[in-house]
């Protein structure tokens, strides 16, 4: 590598100041361009599993922000559909499933599973070909928990009811699901990994609605088991678990997983997140509403994190992803306001 990729030393233990920065759903629908490509694209899923339309999006935010990470583009549900599951997305509705059956969790396999998923590794492929030699490639996956409770529901609900309740009804059966998206998870990693990932990422967007003994038998054991796999084929590839919602449950949650950093949503308090820093990297916090506010809540929400945790090894994320009303001209505020930081 001719150039550092500050985004991994930092993953991997290093305090950088500024610190280098990119945003969860970098590519979507706020930018004019993504908007673009995804009306000739046909679906989302067509966006999806098509190489060079994934490429393009995915290079989007790099070209316009010169981020410091991208990620590549492409869903947490493409892997329950790699499984056989049907799956849409719909306007304004989210992702659409048939709600799978305890009955049919033990017919589940992963036959076929990397030729669905092909077209996603070669977009891994192609970007690491194009990216700028100092940007990181993140590959991601979704936690088993929080696939789960799409597969479960069938859609996405405030509290994921659904999915817990089945957890208490059918606890044998949840094992099995978690245990499988576990095992073909950590593959699906293993293969972006392969295939040009720098770093990757799990996305337990749902963490945070269950009690300590289910999060710690649906989040942070098939979560383990994941870095686990992963490891044992690429040793030295920084892993960020992100259980977002967690909250007190985060505290041992970086060494009973073996994630190498620890995404971060807003509400952590600073003491808490300072805690968790002097044991690794931390990856967050801002509040995506800010971005959206602009102004003031804009500028006093990254002063207060390149305050509280600028000491420390900290990629500046927000505390989820960019929702689509934020303005272009507070994404280019944002990171003006941290490249600037401490000059
Ligand atoms: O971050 C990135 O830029 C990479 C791409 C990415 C997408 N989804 C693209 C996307 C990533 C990493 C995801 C992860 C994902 N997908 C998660 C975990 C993170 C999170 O947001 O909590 C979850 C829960 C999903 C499932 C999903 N996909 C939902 C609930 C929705 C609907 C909500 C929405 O914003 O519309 C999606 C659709 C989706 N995934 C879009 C994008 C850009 C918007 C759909 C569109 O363009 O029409």
Redesign the pocket.
Known sequence: MAEKRIVLDVLNGEAVFPPPIWM??????YLPEYRET?KKAGS?LDLCYNPDLAVEVTLQPIRRFGFDAS???????VVPHALGRDLR?EEGR??LMTPIEAAEIGKLDGEGFHDHLAPVYETVRRLRGELPATTTLLG?C?APW?VATYMIAGH?TPDQAPARLFGYRHPDKMRDLLGLLAEQSGEYLIRQIDAGADAVQI?D?WSGVLDEACFEEYCVRPVARIVEKVRAVHPNVPIIGFPKGAGALYGSYRARTGVTALGLDWSVPWSQARALQAEGAIQGNLDPLRLVAGGQALEEGVAAILRELGNGPLVFNLG??ITPEAPIAHVEKMIALVRGAGR
């Open positions: 969860m759903r970098q590519a979507g629908r995804r989302f990620i590549l583009f492409s869903d947490i549900l997305f989210g992702p991601f979704g929080t996405g996305f967007s989820h992803g």
